[in-house]
């Protein structure tokens, strides 16, 4: 595609349950990132994918994170029972690779309730 | 932990007067990136700077990187209303993984 791509746009979701949010990058795109942003605030990182490896996930804030990335392209982020912390715009970006522009999605807006 | 730090935090300015953000970090980097966020959702992509280079323009924005302080700043002249967003740095450390870690952002004002 044109740009970097996440779905769904808004998540609403009863505390507790698991939601999965995905990201298509550009089209060769080797690296991918995720990160957080609460209201308000600045960019939480969360992991950084190249290819399918992710040699930094330093930033998970606990193990009800997990996150993939296959055949190099689409990502899918996990949270698994999910708390109202955990609520805020998970935001997906791409880039050609190191030391490069990262290309961001319009994120996605949880909301736990 | 956030490498980069932003200031000032806001900035309220008039059209067509110029804008001035900071950005400070802490560990050498490789290059220093300055983005866009509007309503926020999406980043923009403004300018890279690499740690050799010292200042770089493109169009109405000016971006100048001091290795010896290590900070950076980003000038927008000309201000326009379109302008308002909250603007963020991004450092990409010398060694090691290439994570872009990002300030908290100054938000810049610009009224008519």
């Known amino acids: 595609g044109a740009g970097v791509s996440q779905s769904p746009s808004n998540k609403v979701t009863e505390k507790g349950k698991d939601v999965e949010l995905r990201c298509d990058p550009i089209?060769?795109?080797?690296?991918l990132y995720w990160y957080r942003q609460s209201l308000g605030q600045g960019l939480e990182f969360l992991i950084y994918?190249?290819?399918?490896?992710?040699?930094?996930k330093s930033g998970l804030p606990s193990d009800r994170f997990s996150a993939e990335r296959t055949g190099g392209s689409v990502s899918t982020l996990t949270i698994q029972r999910t708390q109202q912390e955990d609520s805020a715009v998970y935001l997906c970006a791409s880039s050609l690779g190191s030391r490069t522009e990262a290309f961001f999605g319009q994120g996605t807006r949880l909301t736990v309730v | 932990s956030q490498q980069g730090e932003e200031d000032p935090q806001a900035l309220s300015i008039q059209e067509g007067e110029n804008a001035t953000m900071n950005c400070s970090y802490k560990?050498?980097?490789?290059?220093l990136q300055w983005y866009r966020q509007n309503s926020g959702r999406g980043l923009v992509h403004l300018i890279l700077i690499r740690s050799n280079e010292r200042e770089k323009h493109s169009g109405r924005l000016r971006v100048t990187l001091d290795t010896s302080k290590k900070s950076s700043s980003l000038l927008i002249t000309a201000s326009r209303a379109a302008d308002t967003a909250s603007y963020f740095c991004?450092?990409?450390?010398?060694?090691?993984?290439?994570?872009?870690?990002f300030g908290k952002g100054t938000m810049l004002l610009v009224s008519p």
């Open positions: 560990t050498s980097i490789n290059n």
């Open positions: 994918f190249q290819g399918n490896s992710a040699p930094d």
């Open positions: 089209s060769g795109h080797t690296a």
């Open positions: 991004a450092t990409e450390l010398l060694t090691g993984y290439s994570t872009l870690t």
